[in-house]
């Protein structure tokens, strides 16, 4: 996809002033970030604002999630290009282009069939050909393509699903927004064996994960989230 100079200076400016500058030291994230056309993911109503410093809405009460934050929560995973890994949450299908440049290859499960089939479209606009776009029931994971050596979450949980934490491979990690609705905490969970070590990262605020192993129902206020 052929882009203007300013769209490609926009991009450089959101590498460089929202993300290297807040402490992203993963150049290949920082790489990632810079190559991948974001305006591309967004709507065309908000088009203009794609390169800003914000979340922006996508669609049936989902967003696209903060450039930082979704710099953050790819550096959390700590990819070398090896990885097979699982997203619950395509949305847009930006975080999952993301993750294609930087994995050898990518599960990404939603929920909405609609916004699955668009992300599919504009994956394959990319040629970006190492993500599988699925619909379905994220918190369940994806077992038949178990284990994972990255799983990332782009919806706030109120537990950590039991599911993922057991189709995480050893050595793993699982990045994930966990707490209520109104606000959760950014954790990263890493396995070992039998046990799991967990961090938490920062505070924010997701749409919620809906389906089994997360909340009951969508219906909630919606806001300006991550």
């Known amino acids: 996809m052929k882009e203007s100079e300013e769209l490609t200076h926009e991009r450089e400016r959101m590498v460089e002033n929202q993300i290297r500058s807040r402490g992203i030291k993963d150049e290949r994230v920082l790489e ?9 993911f967004v709507p065309s109503e908000n088009r203009h604002l794609a390169y800003a410093d914000a979340p922006l809405p ?4 989902q967003t696209i999630s903060q450039p930082f934050i979704v710099a953050l929560m790819t550096e959390l995973l700590d990819l070398d290009g090896d990885e097979t890994v699982l997203e619950v949450g395509t949305g847009s299908g930006y975080q999952a282009a993301i993750l294609g440049r930087l994995a050898k290859r990518v599960y990404s499960l939603e929920r909405i069939p609609e916004l699955a089939e668009h992300a ?3 994956l394959r606009a990319l040629k970006v050909d190492n993500v599988e776009v699925l619909v ?4 369940q994971g994806l077992p038949e393509h ?3 050596e990255g799983i990332m979450v782009t919806a706030a949980a109120p537990r950590v699903p039991v599911p993922l934490k057991e189709q995480l491979a ?3 990690r699982l990045v994930l927004p966990v707490g209520e609705q109104a606000g959760q905490i950014l954790e ?7 046990d799991f070590r967990r961090d938490r990262v920062a505070p924010v605020a997701f749409v919620p994960l809906v389906g089994e192993h997360g909340w009951d129902s969508d219906e909630r206020p919606f806001s300006w989230w991550l």
């Not at 996508?58 to 009460?61: A, D, K, L, N, Y």
């Not at 990263?188 to 039998?194: L, N, P, S, V, Y």
Request: net charge neutral; proline share 6%.
């Open 32 to 40: 990632a970030m810079a190559t991948i056309p974001r305006h591309v």
């Open 146 to 148: 178990a284990p994972f």
């Open 170 to 172: 050893d050595g793993g």
């Open 120 to 122: 599919r479209g504009i």
């Open 188 to 194: 990263c969970w890493e396995r070992q064996g039998d």
């Open 58 to 61: 996508i669609g049936h009460r």
């Open 136 to 139: 379905a029931d994220g918190s």
